[in-house]
T-cell receptor, first 115, second 113 residues
Framework: EAGVAQSPRYKIIEKRQSVAFWCNPI?????LYWYQQILGQGPKLLIQFQNNGVVDDSQLPKDRFSAERLKGVDSTLKIQPAKLEDSAVYLC?????????????FGPGTRLTVL | ELKVEQNPLFLSMQEGKNYTIYCNYS?????LYWYRQDPGKSLESLFVLLSNGAVKQEGRLMASLDTKARLSTLHITAAVHDLSATYFC?????????????FGTGTRLQVTL
């Protein structure tokens, strides 16, 4: 079974530029998550989708971050404009559903460096 | 707000030694996970603990859960170099409309020869 796919794996941009990340979850998984992991810290949930609807985006900095999952499968996370403190690894995860009874499976992540 | 704390944050141990990593959380939880993360890699699930008194073992790692104390432990027996990695505990809290996974700060384990 294929795992969670993410691209690109690495991205270097200058502050104030825009960047987008892509995630393809495990087939059949209704719930998709985006996490931000700053160096030396645990992952922090940014947004959770159930199919194509947002369930939780309480920790998403909405002035600069946006995410969508238009067809309930793939998702993109965008940062515009980027700040130095956005340097982190962005992890995508998916699960069968969002009830908590099903394990989340994580992708390899996208490492973002903002200069 | 659910808070999850781990200690120690960094652990350097010799091969063959035993040690325990502690994970405390601030409110009642529905389940707890332990993950391993190698440098530059994603998260690998090690254990899921569902109820009070749960104990799971895999190789040299054993995890336990005390829901009354809001404490989980990850015990390492006779450490080997291959166990060097960062270990995270993560607590699930169901909110009714969704479930949220909150991670601890992580424990970076370095096993020396």
């Amino acid at each position: 079974e294929a795992g969670v796919a993410q691209s690109p794996r690495y991205k270097i941009i200058e502050k104030r530029q825009s960047v987008a990340f892509w995630c393809n979850p495990i087939s059949g998984h209704a719930t998709l998550y985006w996490y931000q992991q700053i160096l030396g810290q645990g992952p922090k949930l940014l947004i959770q989708f159930q199919n194509n609807g947002v369930v939780d985006d309480s920790q998403l900095p909405k002035d600069r971050f946006s995410a969508e999952r238009l067809k309930g499968v793939d998702s993109t996370l965008k940062i515009q404009p980027a700040k130095l403190e956005d340097s982190a690894v962005y992890l995508c995860a998916s699960s069968l559903d969002g009830t908590g009874d099903n394990e989340q499976f994580f992708g390899p992540g996208t490492r973002l460096t903002v200069l | 707000e659910l808070k999850v704390e781990q200690n120690p944050l960094f652990l350097s141990m010799q091969e063959g030694k035993n040690y325990t990593i502690y994970c405390n959380y601030s409110t009642t939880s529905d389940r707890l996970y332990w993950y391993r993360q190698d440098p530059g890699k994603s998260l690998e699930s090690l254990f899921v603990l569902l109820s009070n008194g749960a104990v799971k073992q895999e190789g040299r790692l054993m995890a336990s859960l005390d829901t009354k104390a809001r404490l989980s432990t990850l015990h390492i027996t006779a450490a080997v170099h291959d166990l060097s990695a960062t270990y995270f505990c993560a607590v699930v809290k169901n909110t009714g409309t969704a479930s949220k996974l909150t991670f601890g700060t992580g424990t970076r384990l370095q096993v020396t020869l």
